[in-house]
């Protein structure tokens, strides 16, 4: 199985965008879906993660600017991208952590770049 991203680009100062990222195929026992993103020259980072399917996680940056959604029958997570900041610019890679026993597994999107400039 593997995620599917989409929706990166480049947009102007205070411009929207939304994020996609569907999965292959089915993955069960799905416990967290996210997004991360890394800057050039800088670490991955989260930004905005359903945790356990209970509570929503967001980077203090992105607070008030982003939301995430998802579409559990689809296999689908969504971010939506307000009011971008050039400090934005990065790939953002959407990840699925499901717990396949006896472990946890991690599946990673293969990024997509989001470029904020005007």
């Known amino acids: 199985v593997q995620l599917q991203a989409s929706g990166g680009g480049l947009v102007q100062p205070g411009g929207s965008l939304r994020l996609s990222c569907a999965a292959s195929g089915r993955i069960d026992n799905i416990n967290d879906m996210g997004w991360y993103r890394q800057a050039p020259g800088k670490q991955r980072e989260p930004v905005a993660v359903f945790i356990s399917g209970v509570r929503t996680n967001y980077a203090d940056s992105v607070k008030g600017r982003f939301t995430i959604s998802r579409d559990n029958a689809k296999n689908t997570v969504y971010l939506q991208m307000n009011s971008l900041k050039p400090e934005d610019t990065a790939v953002y890679y959407c990840?699925?952590?499901?717990?396949?026993?006896?472990?946890?597994?991690?599946?990673w999107g293969q990024g997509t770049l989001v470029t904020v400039s005007s």
């Open positions: 990840n699925f952590r499901a717990f396949s026993f006896p472990r946890w597994v991690d599946y």
